[in-house]
């Protein structure tokens, strides 16, 4: 049975890649928590960059008066250039990383920039320490704001936390899981690859109530993100939890469920676990109506405040020490360390 295990692993992915996987996590955690998201951005430092190289060219090419089709195609060839630009750069730093391995810690920094863990918490709090004390937190806002693509001045107070709480969730799946799983099974080309489609599924992707311009990188984005999307669901969902998959299959049967573009499983299972109605139509900075749905069980409350996103932080990075135990069990039973140890 171990043997079929370990065949497993080495078919899916390649396990000599998860101590930097590892590594990479601790250290977006420390350096997250200690500066804070950069530019205001506590997503994916590719993302930020990214969207200051094509963000502005992208949204001139984003014209509403044109047509759907005619925007489809736009957002085409506009994620086939971002792509490409990717791969190359991709292919570029991976050969950097064997040139110049630094005792692997280049491999570390090239993963490093692709997800996000401790600047999402240092945001979060902000918010958290803000409301509490119900004051305007310096920066606070903007940084959640920006983060999200939401315009916090069109909600209240729970409307900010509940966009607060579904950042945790939001993230910890596209800025997180995401990018690791395709490390681990591609390397950091395919990484790169997804980090470029997460940008423009957050960039353009208006959770699904775009005019054209942002379908095709919505599309693209999940056909690679909705494996890593249920793990991620999962982790989420584990926490405090016991009968993990019975409450899973459970979710959103009394209730609603996330749909994928307005945070999917993983908003589902933090809207569950908390017992509260997270998500609700909002608007976001480019003053698009998102009508986003209600997500959580009947009869709970969309009055969330700040204790709730408290628990909120506290469960995302619950989810975090899951995640690493999950990936330190893998490369345990991984035939690479079993045979290391003969």
């Known amino acids: 049975m171990i043997e079929i295990y370990q065949q497993l692993h080495t078919y899916v992915f390649d396990p000599d890649r998860i101590p930097y996987a590892i590594a990479a996590i601790f250290l977006t955690m420390v350096v997250g928590m200690v500066t804070g998201p950069?530019?205001?951005?506590?997503?994916?430092l590719i993302w930020g960059v990214l969207d200051g190289m094509f963000g502005g060219f992208g949204g001139k090419m984003d014209r509403l008066h044109r047509s759907k089709h005619d925007l489809m195609l736009r957002g085409f060839f506009f994620a086939v250039f971002v792509l490409v630009f990717?791969?190359?750069?991709?292919?570029?730093?991976?050969?950097?990383t064997i040139l110049y391995p630094f005792h692997g810690f280049s491999?570390?920094?090239?993963?490093?920039?692709?997800?996000?863990?401790?600047?999402?918490?240092?945001?979060?709090?902000?918010?958290?320490?803000a409301?509490?004390?119900?004051?305007?937190?310096?920066?606070?806002?903007?940084?959640v704001s920006r983060s999200t693509r939401v315009d916090l001045n069109s909600v209240d107070d729970y409307g900010i936390t509940r966009t607060a709480m579904g950042f945790l969730a939001r993230s910890f799946d596209k800025g997180l899981v995401n990018p690791v799983f395709w490390y681990l099974v591609g390397g950091v080309p395919l990484a790169y690859v997804y980090a470029a489609?997460?940008?423009?599924?957050?960039r353009y992707g208006k959770d699904g109530f775009g005019k054209g311009f942002g379908e095709i990188p919505l599309v693209l984005e999940r056909l690679?993100?909705?494996?890593?999307?249920?793990?991620?669901?999962?982790?989420?969902?584990?926490?405090?939890?016991?009968?993990?998959?019975?409450?899973?299959?459970?979710l959103g049967k009394n209730g609603t469920r996330a749909p994928y573009y307005q945070g999917g499983?993983?908003?589902?299972?933090?809207?569950?676990?908390?017992?509260?109605?997270?998500?609700?139509?909002?608007?976001?900075?480019?003053?698009?109506?998102?009508?986003?749905?209600?997500?959580?069980?009947?009869g709970a409350s969309a009055k969330v405040d700040h204790k709730m996103l408290g628990i909120g932080i506290f469960t995302n990075f619950a989810a975090h020490i899951l995640f690493l135990a999950a990936l330190f069990c893998a490369y345990l039973i991984s035939s690479n360390y079993l045979i290391s140890l003969n």
């Open 38 to 44: 950069l530019a205001g951005n506590a997503n994916p």
């Open 86 to 96: 990717c791969l190359v750069v991709a292919k570029f730093i991976e050969k950097l």
């Open 107 to 129: 491999e570390v920094l090239a993963l490093s920039i692709l997800i996000t863990s401790g600047s999402v918490w240092f945001a979060t709090l902000k918010i958290y320490f």
């Open 131 to 143: 409301l509490s004390k119900k004051e305007m937190g310096k920066g606070a806002y903007y940084i």
């Open 197 to 202: 489609l997460g940008m423009m599924a957050w």
């Open 224 to 250: 690679m993100g909705i494996v890593p999307s249920l793990f991620a669901g999962i982790l989420l969902s584990a926490i405090g939890y016991t009968g993990v998959f019975r409450r899973i299959f459970n």
């Open 265 to 298: 499983l993983p908003l589902t299972a933090l809207a569950w676990h908390k017992n509260a109605v997270l998500g609700g139509p909002v608007k976001d900075i480019d003053g698009s109506a998102l009508r986003n749905v209600w997500v959580g069980p009947e």
